[in-house]
């Protein structure tokens, strides 16, 4: 046990005032400044995401996507949807490349009769680029021609397609990015709305919890147990393959996943002490709900939003592979492709631009959601 002095105490007899100094009199003592100005949360994710470069170059890339999907169908004078049955099947043509043989409008002819290539009703003068592959079969001289498949179409010089032209002779320039216009559509709408019903629906369940969760829950796995391309299939046959049943069918159980995800994040946070000192000044739930504990959970949202996209996009392109895209004559990358498979061996331009398009905003889109989950990272706060 420790000893205790008396005040009394003859020790302390000589511990007058005088013995006493007042140390830093003269001195302010203050909080040290911040050096820098205070960053949010928002802020410090847009400095961590803009330091990502991969990141940065996939949202330009997105943004040009986007900005072509808006005006590339009015950059020519053709419609999505003007036929004209003297255009059929031509290759790409710029007139600016044509020299370096790139978008030159050619195209390969194969094992054609060479003493038949004078004859200028089948092959117009001046239409024969090259010819190669020379061989003999059962006493026939043959080769391979490559020719200016407009001219040899009979097509005027001043006419030219930058992607060339389908089966119906309409402009793969202006359906490309109809198309990718229309898939985009069908993408973000879709996303939006699963977002919106599985925050709404996950932050019920996971606010309240209980019996209430089990029975939100319980109907979310029934719905999910079905098999997607079922209940799919079904929905687009009974409402029709248009614009708005399509994205629809995408909004049957897509949203779920947002559900589980928001829900996860509301009992995290619903039980921290900042809620329950609001919750124990009389807040309510709803504001409770939209304002503490929600925040928390925007940077998944955002990230699953990202990610959400590009698989809306291939999911539109599978129903326009079995028959179930967008009705005719609208376009979509889907239906480009489905059309463009069908003639791939003899006209692969017509498969080549929308594939790589839809490649393009598959690998934006990922890069895009990657530089955002580790932006909002909460545990790379300050770094």
């Not at 890339?61 to 009015?74: E, T």
């Not at 993408?187 to 019996?211: H, Q, R």
């Not at 939003?305 to 889907?334: D, H, K, N, Q």
């Amino acid at each position: 046990m420790s000893k205790v002095y008396a005040p009394d105490d003859p020790q302390f007899a000589d511990l007058g005032p005088e013995r006493f100094v007042l140390t830093q009199l003269d001195d302010s003592i203050l909080d040290a400044k911040f050096e820098t100005k205070p960053i949010g949360f928002f802020k410090d994710a847009a400095i961590r995401f803009s330091k990502s470069r991969v990141s940065i170059i996939a949202l330009i890339v997105i943004a040009i996507v986007l900005a072509m999907a808006i005006v590339g169908p009015n950059m020519n004078e053709y419609g999505y949807n003007d036929q004209n049955m003297d255009y059929i099947n031509l290759p790409p043509k710029i007139p600016a490349f044509a020299k370096s043989g790139i978008f030159a409008g050619t195209r390969v002819l194969l094992n054609r009769r060479v003493d038949a290539l004078g004859d200028t009703s089948r092959y117009p003068e001046g239409c024969i680029v090259h010819k190669s592959n020379y061989q003999v079969i059962n006493g026939v001289e043959l080769c391979d021609v490559t020719v200016d498949y407009y001219k040899y179409s009979g097509v005027d010089d001043d006419v030219y397609f930058m992607f060339g032209t389908d089966y119906l002779g309409r402009d793969l320039w202006t359906r490309v990015w109809r198309g990718a216009r229309i898939s985009l559509v069908i993408a973000f709408v879709s996303v939006i709305l699963n977002s919106t019903i599985g925050l709404i629906y996950g932050s019920i369940a996971g606010y309240y919890g209980g019996s209430i969760d089990m029975v939100m829950m319980r109907i979310t796995e029934i719905i999910n147990a079905m098999p997607t391309v079922v209940v799919v299939t079904l929905f687009i046959l009974y409402f029709g393959n248009g614009l708005l049943s399509i994205i629809m069918a995408l909004v049957v159980q897509n949203w779920i996943g947002t559900a589980r995800m928001i829900r996860a994040q509301f009992y995290r946070f619903k039980n921290s002490e900042y809620v329950l000192a609001a919750r124990t000044l009389g807040v309510g739930d709803r504001t409770l709900m939209s304002r503490h504990i929600l925040p928390n959970s925007i940077g998944p949202i955002i990230t699953r939003t990202m990610v959400a996209i590009p698989s809306a996009i291939f999911t539109e392109s599978f129903l326009a592979y079995i028959g179930l895209g967008i009705r005719a004559p609208e376009s979509s990358i889907g239906v480009l492709l489905s059309e463009g498979q069908k003639v791939l061996m003899h006209y692969p331009e017509q498969t080549l631009f929308p594939a790589l398009l839809i490649s393009v905003l598959m690998i934006a889109f990922n890069m895009l959601s990657n530089g955002l989950r580790d932006a909002f990272d909460p545990t790379q706060r300050g770094a």
